[in-house]
């Protein structure tokens, strides 16, 4: 398959004002592609657009709950008519959650939350955009993690709707093949936070709280640097790219030594809750 172009290209992404959001609307939009952008919090939203526009990046951008599947299509549909196509769509919005199964209060519904929002909300955005990636021959990125194809304690339900992700989308990417479509599967490690946006902002001593603040083992990468990765993979038409060293070096072990990447793991996250 030859590689992408995607100057002019239209860009659906969601989770757009987060940290590795805001990267991938910089590093793409710097190769003219533009930007149907959406996030949960409006305020976030409008500082997107505001840091777009002053480099030049067209955007159209609105806050949208991802969970709820009629506002996302209505959503997409408006970008559709402000730009006259959608070409990709890159699944990125997401939330963490970090606490021992054990331990969760199970009248919360914690995985059916973490559930809605990565693996449902992934597939909305994908229901509202995927006729017309079909059309125009495009892709569709979807931030998976470390926990998307390897197991980590402390976070079950956040591993469920990662390795969720992966079901869906690879068995997506056979069927869309011989459309011409790639689905390609981001598996970062652990990107350099930034300040916290208004809907993540927490008490830091609630537990299993859904909107978490994330916490970080090894090494980091910059959100730029990751997208700098993720976009060369995706001109590339590669499946799957893993990014950080660490995502890199887990990949690796789950494959060739499952045994030893679960023992690494345990030992480097038995105090993490």
Known sequence: MAKRNFKNSVIVITGAAGNLGTALCERFGKEGAKFIALDLNPKDVERLAKQLEAKNIEVFARACDITDAEACKAVVEEGKKHFGRIDHLINNAGITHIERYRKMD??????RKVMEVNFFGSVNSTEACLDDIVWNKGMIL???SVAGFAPLIGRTAYSASKHALHG???SLRAELADDGV???MICPSFISPNKPKDSEKVDATEKGSIY???KLVGKEVTATM???DIYNAAIANKPLVTVGKV???SYLLTRVAPNLYENIMRKRLKDDE
């Open 142 to 144: 979807t931030v998976s």
């Open 212 to 214: 978490q603040p994330k």
């Open 226 to 228: 990751a997208a700098e």
């Open 247 to 249: 995502s890199k070096q």
């Open 106 to 111: 199970k009248s919360k519904n914690t995985i």
């Open 182 to 184: 790639q689905c390609m």
């Open 168 to 170: 869906f989308f690879e």
